[in-house]
């Protein structure tokens, strides 16, 4: 008896960690992992530059109010981590570092896809406006320096 109990647990469990065993799963595969200290959707972002391609896995800013916040008072990010503002409609964009710890690379995305400029190296806490140049379809943040790092410049494509 007690062997058929355990084999009817460890079939239970094996059921329960299975990808289409009940609705809560397909509920997490389908919204994507979740940032633990932002709580914003992680998605994958992929630059292109000169046919090469660099695959980060960014949080997805959406509402005014995760724009608003971004990544104000966080003090890491991975290297290939970062934070993608879409704006819908497009617009002139214009970034500020207040309250943000971590140096960064805003990189403006224009409407066709293609980087238009980059605000390297942003001071923390610098309340300087960071202008896109034209319209913007979004605004992808990395730290400071990873751009050039990576040899990302203006003209490169940005897909999400």
């Not at 003090?75 to 214009?94: N, Y």
Request: charged letters at 20%.
């Amino acid at each position: 008896m007690r062997k058929s109990m355990v084999a009817a647990c460890a079939l239970a469990l094996l059921a329960a960690c299975s990808p289409n065993s009940s609705e809560a799963g397909a509920q997490s595969t389908q919204a994507g992992a979740v940032h633990p200290e932002s709580g914003l959707t992680v998605i994958p972002l992929t630059v292109t530059h000169a046919g090469k391609q660099h695959v980060f896995r960014v949080e997805l800013a959406k509402s005014a109010m995760e724009q608003a916040k971004g990544m104000m008072f966080r003090t890491s990010m991975g290297a290939d981590e970062g934070m993608i503002f879409p704006l819908d409609p497009p617009r002139g964009a214009v970034f500020w570092m207040k309250n943000t710890v971590l140096p960064l690379d805003l990189i403006f995305v224009g409407v066709d896809g293609k980087i238009s400029n980059i605000a390297a190296n942003a001071k923390p806490y610098d309340e300087t406006p960071l202008p896109s140049v034209g319209l913007a379809k979004a605004v992808l943040e990395l730290n400071a320096g990873r751009a050039a790092e990576l040899g990302i410049v203006p003209g490169d494509t940005v897909d999400w």
